[in-house]
């Protein structure tokens, strides 16, 4: 079987699964949430909170004229698809192993089942960048902060890249926030908690949702893989001198995203801002291999790469937090 037609079938195969799982609170996190707001729209009530609100008008339009089983299997569809769209868009015939890559990551199935609106986000983030022209860009922006806020740290991070892409700083950028979070940990918390204005501050400061992240303090196991994506971009930009315009962007967004995540690492829920960087890694680490030949046996390294990226993902959603 050809590697596209495997890539469909694939394809085909996680947007029925994730998409048709039960409705399930105790095995999906927040799905129970969903579901309690799509039966609230479903009844003909109206939309009551003010924020995410492109996401709660959308759930309303979509409880008038389908059932919530059918809602999920939509959303997996819209956090699915536009992963297929971006790889085609970026590596055309290679688009398979970026794809396996994205689906292969440590956040994607928590993104598709338990922060739902997120996940459909940060799809929507990436077929925003994956756009040539900024025109272009703005409206999927606009959308994915509609869908869900957050959105707003990787959209101002690949804004920044705009009028100023230069890799070094955001790297030593990266590099000096490890010390100031280690030095100065609720002093972050605390300073972040008050610029948000919604209940999501209670993550950075309230320590009753840190059962919620198995376990709280400097997450060096989590540094650590961040650091895979940090590795790749700084190999192939600093030392193989890599120009693409479109990669350095993609990197330094990731820079400035996980940056932020590593200042509240030791917030309860701290997970929550990881993934605002971790839904780009996998483009980080595969698009160099993809799109230029840089390194002796590339397809070797890369099969390798996809298959220890595959084996951390088991590990820990598995192994450790299975």
């Known amino acids: 079987m050809k590697q596209s037609n495997f890539g469909?079938?694939?394809?085909?195969?996680?947007?029925?699964?994730?998409?048709?799982?039960?409705?399930?609170?105790?095995?999906?996190?927040?799905m129970a949430t969903y579901n309690r707001y799509f039966e609230y729209y479903q009844a003909g009530n109206t939309i009551l909170v003010t924020k995410d609100l492109l996401f709660h008008y959308f759930m309303q339009a979509c409880s008038k004229i389908m059932s919530a089983h059918t809602f999920f299997l939509t959303c997996a569809i819209l956090y699915i698809v536009p992963l297929y769209i971006v790889s085609k868009k970026w590596f055309k015939e290679y688009w398979f192993y970026a794809f396996l890559m994205l689906a292969g990551s440590f956040s994607f199935w928590a993104y598709g089942t338990n922060g739902v609106r997120n996940g459909i986000a940060s799809s929507i983030f990436l077929l925003a960048i994956s756009r040539d022209k900024k025109i272009f860009q703005a409206p999927w922006f606009i959308l994915a902060v509609g869908f869900h806020t957050t959105m707003l740290l990787p959209t101002l991070g690949w804004v920044m890249t705009w009028f100023y892409n230069v890799p070094r700083s955001y790297f030593y950028f990266w590099l000096a926030v490890i010390p100031l979070s280690l030095a100065?940990?609720?002093?972050?918390?605390?300073?972040?908690?008050?610029?948000?204005?919604?209940?999501?501050?209670?993550?950075?400061?309230?320590?009753?949702?840190?059962?919620?992240?198995?376990?709280?303090?400097?997450?060096?196991?989590f540094l650590l893989y961040s650091s895979m994506g940090v590795f790749v971009g700084w190999y192939c930009i600093f030392k193989k001198r890599i120009q693409d315009k479109v990669y350095i962007q993609l990197f330094n967004t990731f820079l400035f995203a996980n940056a932020f995540w590593i200042l509240v690492v030791q917030a309860s829920f701290s997970n929550r801002?990881?993934?605002?960087?971790?839904?780009?890694?996998?483009?980080?680490?595969?698009?160099?291999?993809?799109?230029?030949?840089?390194?002796?046996?590339?397809?070797?390294?890369?099969?390798?790469?996809?298959?220890?990226?595959?084996?951390?993902?088991?590990?820990m959603n598995v192994i450790v937090y299975g």
């Open 184 to 221: 100065l940990p609720g002093f972050w918390q605390n300073l972040f908690a008050s610029m948000v204005e919604d209940d999501r501050a209670i993550y950075f400061t309230d320590d009753a949702y840190a059962d919620s992240f198995s376990s709280t303090g400097f997450r060096w196991d």
């Open 8 to 30: 469909f079938v694939l394809l085909l195969f996680i947007v029925f699964y994730m998409g048709l799982r039960p409705i399930s609170g105790r095995y999906f996190g927040d």
């Open 273 to 315: 801002f990881a993934y605002l960087s971790w839904f780009m890694m996998a483009l980080v680490i595969v698009y160099p291999f993809l799109r230029q030949h840089f390194v002796r046996n590339q397809a070797r390294k890369l099969a390798w790469i996809i298959l220890l990226y595959f084996v951390f993902t088991y590990f």
